[in-house]
């Protein structure tokens, strides 16, 4: 079974900071997906990255899949209250079906 | 299009009754998914179909059932409800294996 570790777990930071969090694997994704889930609803697709040592921005946040395609970050910039939720990164493997997904990182930005 | 919605939002059960949530996606996807998500354990996937009249165990499958048999639909039945079981329930959808997966807003539930 393919694990995504998510780091960190918990994370709480003020207005207009910058944050990056971690998804980890030993194993090797074909891709990887970030979702953002926000109180009572269900996930939501941020990006998508295919390419090893790929790197995708959207507004402030930029997405990075490692060289070896076994590991992603998102970097946010400037962080707004708006950002706070559930980030969840999850990787697809070759012909499988299935989505491997991490058990998310929980990110409040406080005003 | 509204794309994947579930029924109900919120149920409340005691152990040992049965109950059916359904998931509707009108995106014409073949791929369809149900998801468990507890505190710390992430979301873990119980079944998931293929196509129409296929269904297949995920991580997590015992005490629940499925059956896909239009396209659009995905049941997940709880035959013998256990306070194991109360968690909130996710249904998702994928037009291709490995692709976005649209997600349902959910299904709280309350086992007793």
């Known amino acids: 079974t393919q694990l995504l570790e998510q780091s960190p777990q918990f994370l709480s930071i003020q207005e207009g900071e910058n944050l990056t969090v971690y998804c980890n694997s030993s194993s090797v994704f074909s891709s990887l997906q970030w979702y953002r889930q926000e109180p009572g609803e269900g996930p939501v697709l941020l990006v998508t990255?295919?390419?090893?040592?790929e790197v995708k921005k959207l507004k402030r946040l930029t997405f990075q899949f490692g060289d070896a395609r076994k590991d992603s970050s998102l970097h946010i910039t400037a962080a707004q209250p708006g950002d706070t939720g559930l980030y969840l990164c999850?990787?697809?493997?070759?012909?499988?079906?299935?989505?491997?997904f991490g058990k998310g990182t929980l990110l409040t930005v406080n005003p | 299009n509204a794309g994947v919605t579930q029924t109900p939002k919120f149920r409340v059960l005691k152990t040992g009754q049965s109950m059916t949530l359904l998931c509707a996606q009108d995106m014409n996807h073949e791929y369809m998914y149900w998801y468990r998500q507890d505190p710390g354990m992430g979301l873990r996937l119980i079944h998931y179909s293929v196509g129409e009249g296929t269904t297949a165990k995920g991580e997590v499958p015992d005490g629940y059932n499925v059956s896909r048999l239009k396209k659009q639909n995905f049941l997940l039945g709880l035959e013998s409800a256990a306070p194991s079981q109360t968690s909130v329930y996710f249904c998702?959808?994928?037009?291709?294996?490995?692709?976005?997966?649209?997600f349902g807003p959910g299904t709280r539930l309350t086992v007793l």
């Open positions: 999850a990787g697809a493997e070759g012909s499988n079906y299935k989505l491997t």
């Open positions: 990255v295919v390419t090893g040592g």
């Open positions: 998702a959808s994928s037009y291709f294996r490995g692709t976005e997966q649209f």
